[in-house]
């Protein structure tokens, strides 16, 4: 177990919690569907890979600041339909549909609500902290069964501050009224979830299911407590 004695731990939503990868293609291959757009790409592995390559560089873009909320959900799918010549379909239309299929497929990471269920019995306060969109991000908790176990859901585009920056970390921190050195930030996105909190001060825990490399010498940094590769192990360490 961690010796220290926390208080407040703080989630990412996507990917942590939340099982964005499935979701996410199962809500796209409705959007495939509905839009037909199997009559001008016959492959939808393709359409999909084509699109989550795009998606991932904007949005990459968008935590950096140098791209609007706007141009991301209008430029991610009109991109993909330039790059694989899809005409006559509005790329504005395609992504409000996409997003509003999205929260109803409520697909959570394993062992998630255990563990979620185990640490609100603990005495844990528990928060989220997301880069996602807002009419997205309060849907999927709900559809999912999971809003009931969190304070409070911290969202980038309210704030006005994405992840890794240390002003959302430290809205979140005040919001919640926490001491920070009795707070962890767990998430599944290195950079924006553990380097973050990190460069803020506060502890984090990698949740690394991918078993992706981690470069860097910041992973010796005294607030980078540990990388765990299932949600269950939360439950043997608070």
Partial sequence: MVSKKYTHLFFDLDNTLWDFDTSSRLAMHKTFMHYQLDRQCALFPFFF??????NILLWDEYKKGKLIKKELVRQRFQMTFDEMNITGIDAVSV???????????????PGAEEMLVYLKKRGYTLFIITNGFREVQYKKLEVAGI???????????EIKATKPSREIFEYAVKSANA??????MIG????????GAI?????AVYFNPKKLPVGG??????????????????NNIL
């Fill in 49 to 54: 890979d084509t699109y989550s390559r795009i």
């Fill in 95 to 109: 992504n409000t549909f996409y997003l509003e299929e999205m929260p109803h497929q409520g697909r959570l990471m």
């Fill in 147 to 157: 809003a009931k176990f969190f304070e409070k859901v911290f969202i980038s585009e």
């Fill in 179 to 184: 001491r920070k050195n009795r707070c962890m």
């Fill in 188 to 195: 599944d996105d290195f950079d924006a979830d553990i380097v």
């Fill in 199 to 203: 460069s803020f001060n506060m502890d």
């Fill in 217 to 234: 010498t910041i992973i010796n940094n005294k607030h980078f407590l540990l990388e765990i590769n299932s949600l269950t192990i939360v």
